[in-house]
């Protein structure tokens, strides 16, 4: 079913994997700024939880990129593969987020990590076959 | 750092494996019915918001959100992260055994690599824990 040259193929998954990294991280860094949310649900009930995620401007941005990522999914989907979509930009996404978390959000990344983002990044990759 | 996490968290981690892979199977099946979109004609793409499969898998994938924001306020991205990828574990197991695909050797490697995956992560710390202001680096940013 694939509609689109190898070019536009890869543009489309890394579009996919790079709005998502952005997306996780910045999400993530949202949520550490905020706090646990099982605590903050048992002080101000899940309408103050709520208030304190969507008040957040690095929270906003994060949805924006995740919204972006999930249109440019839906049009590479209808253009790709569903077979090399998904396990392509999935495994992108899984090493990008490895690398970034240990950038933008100083995430202690050790051997363990790096080993499961490789091994989930291959695997996700054997998945497509 | 915290390493151990209780039943409860561990249940959203299921959660958050569980919505997110139905979630994408269902609006697969959903674009798969609204055909190819195009460049040209991106309107399509609200057109297939209207696919009940479609909406059925924003639904799980707005459930697998909720989740999955309330797993990266007390744990790391690179912890919350391969819990996700068990999905497609959990998917491979279900098509073989309910739908009774045939699966492959590459997938059965691919199931046991990502289930090694998760199992590294499983066992360590679930966060960093940092004396400054934590997010401090993407404060700056914004």
New interface residues.
Partial sequence: MTYVGTAETWATIIAVAGTAVAGDVLTAGAMRSIGDLDEIRAVSGMTGAIKAVVSSPIFLLGVLSMAASFFTLLFTLSNVDLSLAAPASASLTFMGNAIAAKIFLKENVDRRRWLAALFVCAGVALLAH | MKHTLTPERWLLLVAVMLTASVG?TL??HG?AQ??????AH?G??FF?MKNPWVITGILCLLGFFASY??A???A???????ST?FG?VVV?LLSKFWLHEQI?I??W??????????G??A???SR?E?AD???V???R??
């Fill in positions: 994408d609006l697969s674009m609204v055909g190819p979109v195009s460049l991106l399509l793409l297939a924001l309330t990266l306020s007390w790391d991205l690179t912890f919350v992260l391969p990828a497609y491979a492959s590459y997938r490697l691919g199931i046991l690599f990502i289930v090694c995956g998760v590294f992560v066992n360590g710390p960093t940092h202001h934590p997010g680096e993407l404060d940013l914004v």
